[in-house]
T-cell receptor, first 109, second 119 residues
Framework: QKEVEQDPGPLSVPEGAIVSLNCTYSNSAFQYFMWYRQYSRKGPELLMYTYSSGNKEDGRFTAQVDKSSKYISLFIRDSQPSDSATYLCATISQGNLIFGKGTKLSVKP | KAGVTQTPRYLIKTRGQQVTLSCSPI?????VSWYQQTPGQGLQFLFEYFSETQRNKGNFPGRFSGRQFSNSRSEMNVSTLELGDSALYLC???????????FGTGELFFGEGSRLTVL
């Protein structure tokens, strides 16, 4: 079992929709969880970072960690075409940053 | 403030050759890590350097190596290239030193990558 699993999509939504992106992880000891956004032909950029469980909100983005089910989510409200990108979840395992394979999101005008 | 700079951006090599990729971190950042990104495996950690010392290494064969210079610039080298080495190689820098045993808190700043094609 991979340490972080993520549905690769692709996911296509209309502008203004609420988007839910999800990952599961294997080890209950993981504490740090990150979401990165990667535009085509660019490197990933850190969107949000949470420690342990709970929610964290930043503008239209909300990151949620459910440690009981080992599930992490990123919600995007009022999605915009500029949100079209690949979203990667990540955590730290044995000192290494471990990424999901990414979900490709397309927001249609 | 300039971002992370990687060179070259694109390169084509043949099997058996070797390649060296370069990374200049954000000014003041002393931690540099390298990742390989492929459609099949996603982003995979190669190694991390801090203050010219390799602090952590991923699960890649010895053909993959790296180093860091006193100005924090880093290079990675892949010898005896194989077709499966075709990938986007990403460098990331951080201003946080690695935690004991490696990494940090995930606040990495990535470059745009070097896309390697092995024929």
């Amino acid at each position: 079992q991979k340490e972080v699993e993520q549905d690769p999509g692709p996911l296509s939504v209309p502008e203004g929709a609420i988007v839910s992106l999800n990952c599961t992880y294997s080890n209950s000891a993981f504490q740090y969880f990150m979401w990165y956004r990667q535009y085509s032909r660019k490197g990933p950029e850190l969107l949000m970072y949470t420690y342990s469980s709970g929610n964290k909100e930043d503008g239209r983005f909300t990151a949620q960690v459910d440690k009981s089910s080992k599930y992490i989510s990123l919600f995007i409200r009022d999605s915009q075409p500029s949100d079209s990108a690949t979203y990667l979840c990540a955590t730290i395992s044995q000192g290494n940053l471990i990424f999901g394979k990414g979900t490709k999101l397309s927001v249609k005008p | 403030k300039a971002g992370v700079t990687q060179t070259p951006r694109y390169l084509i090599k043949t099997r058996g050759q070797q390649v060296t990729l370069s990374c200049s971190p954000i000014s003041g950042h002393r931690s540099v890590s390298w990742y390989q990104q492929t459609p099949g495996q996603g982003l995979q950690f190669l190694f991390e350097y801090f203050s010219e010392t390799q602090r952590n290494k991923g699960n890649f064969p010895g053909r993959f190596s790296g180093r860091q210079f006193s100005n924090s610039r880093s290079e990675m080298n892949v010898s005896t290239l194989e077709l499966g080495d075709s990938a986007l190689y990403l460098c990331a820098s951080s201003n946080r030193p690695p935690l004991a045993g490696g990494f940090g808190t995930g606040e990495l700043f990535f470059g745009e990558g070097s896309r390697l094609t092995v024929l």
